[in-house]
């Protein structure tokens, strides 16, 4: 019985997740609906390659645990539609625009950009098909990403900052592991905050 129960419960959650990862679904709410025009003109739409990227594809990582809190965070998104109607109307959207650009920015930014690589990779880009703007950002980005994996997978990070004079007093790092980790309250952020946006942070004189 536990596992016919458990069996349903999976197969209606999967079944909720995918419903609710359509682009009709994420249109069916008239706040959407600036956006979605706007998401029409774009190369995400329509372009040479017959290649369209819906919503979830953008805004819904796909790993388990990161889908999922998504799909909590979209909570919000409830709230403001049946409560406050925050963006209920064009006027209400082009005030707020900034935020909620920004707010997607942060989200990306926090998590490397994890949707875009879903579909994108430095592997498959043709620099010289790229205008020259685009391709040196990328051929950058890939090196930068390339040095950084290898200072990671070869210790050499590790080695500098353990010896480095003004990370060396940190480590090892095995003598936190007993340590009283708690997280300090503070009532005047709103649960949305990024708290990885360093305008946020304390800084300690």
Known sequence: MLALSLLIFAGTSIYAIKATSTTEFCVSCHERDIPFEEYQSSHHFINREGIRAGCADCHIPQSPTRMLWAKIMAGKDLYHHFITGKIDTGEKFEEHRQELAEMVWHKMESQ?????????????????????????????????????????SSGALQDFLTNHPVTSAAFPLEKYQNSIKFDLHNPDLSPETEQLDAKFWLALD
Do not use: I, N
């Open 112 to 152: 490397a950009s994890e949707t875009c690589r879903s579909c994108h990779s430095f592997e498959a880009m043709d620099f010289y098909a790229q205008s020259e703007g685009a391709a040196k950002m990328h051929q950058m980005a890939k090196r930068v990403e390339e040095g950084l994996q290898f200072l990671l």
